[in-house]
Structure formats: C-alpha cells, structure tokens
C-alpha cells in the first residue's frame, strides 16, 4: 500500500489553547515532552504533523526528534481514529481460522489500509495481535463490540450496523 489516506487536519482554536496551556504547565521540565505528546494525543485523538510543529515551537525542541518519539511508541498514532475504530485480531488462533482473509475484505470494502481512516471519518482500520477471545476465532471488534466466529461473508452485515 502506498501512503496512508487521512481525513484532513481540523484542529479547533479550543483544542490549540488547551494545548498551549498543557506545554505552559511543563515549560523548562526536563523530560516533559512525553506527558505533553501524551495531553496532545487526548486533546486531539492523534498527533498530526500540524500539532507536533507546535510542540516542537513552543518548546523549541526539533521537530525531527518529535516526530522520532512518536513514531517509537506504538501509544502514539499519526492518523485519526474513525468513529468507530475496526481491530481485526491476527494471533494465532484468530489466523489459522481466517482472519487474514477477513482482514483484507475489510481493507477492500473500506478502500483504506491498517491503521487509515476512511475519509468521512467513520470507520478507521487495524490489526492487533490478541483480542484474548481463542476461543471465539476468528475475532473482530469495533469499539467495544465484540464479533467472533466471522467469514468474509459477515464483513459487510457488520459494516452495514454501523451505517
């Protein structure tokens, strides 16, 4: 797959004065940049490249080095969350099963890759590697929904709930 699709950036001066305030909190705290990354991510939902350059400003610290700890720590994320968030489990047991073939029937209908958000902002896709329900495999859940014994064939009755 190519590069990720998005929805675009539409932070609100709300969400940017909230986090002006949380990096005024930590200005001059030696190792302050993950509890303000973190405050970011719950602020905005992610950490698109518009708010780490105003991390990396206000805090004069490199964008470069921003951008290399959100992309170390899996609890970052570059991409928006859709509304409802798809996680396809991909262990073992869920595999074996078939939850590669409803991974890639998911990537399909929703035209968007792992960890993509469609474009209206309504589904955003990943895989993860245990959902803790073996015995239920193969296994998706969206939010806190929890789908089990799944074929390819339940992908759309599925999406078609959430519609």
Same mark, same amino acid.
């Given at each position: 797959?190519?590069?990720? =699709? ?16 949380? *990096? ?11 509890? %303000? ?5 719950? @602020?905005?939902?992610?950490?698109? *490249?518009? %708010?780490?350059? *105003? ?10 080095? *921003?951008? !290399? ?5 899996a609890q970052f994320s570059l991409y928006p969350k859709g509304k409802y968030n798809i996680s396809v489990?991909?262990?073992?047991? +869920? ?6 073939? @409803?991974?890639? /029937? ?6 968007? !890759?792992?960890?993509?958000? =469609? ?10 590697? +245990?959902?803790?329900? +073996? !015995?239920?495999a193969p296994v998706l859940t969206v939010n806190e929904d929890v789908y089990g014994?799944?074929? =390819?064939?339940? %992908? /759309?009755? @599925? ?5």
């Amino acid at each position: 797959m190519a590069t990720k =699709t998005t929805v675009p950036f539409n932070g609100t001066a709300e969400q940017e004065a909230k986090l002006l305030a949380v *990096i005024a909190d930590h200005k001059g705290d030696p190792g302050a940049l993950m509890p %303000v990354l973190q405050q970011a991510q719950e @602020i905005y939902g992610y950490l698109p *490249i518009e %708010v780490q350059k *105003i991390i990396s400003n206000e805090m004069e610290i490199p964008l470069e080095k *921003i951008y !290399g700890v959100v992309t170390f720590y899996a609890q970052f994320s570059l991409y928006p969350k859709g509304k409802y968030n798809i996680s396809v489990c991909l262990g073992t047991a +869920c595999y074996v099963k078939g939850s590669g073939d @409803i991974y890639d /029937k998911l990537q399909e209908v929703l035209g968007i !890759g792992d960890g993509e958000c =469609t474009a209206d902002g309504k589904f955003s896709l990943e895989a993860c590697r +245990c959902i803790g329900a +073996c !015995g239920l495999a193969p296994v998706l859940t969206v939010n806190e929904d929890v789908y089990g014994r799944l074929t =390819t064939d339940k %992908v /759309k009755e @599925i999406l078609d709930k959430y519609e």
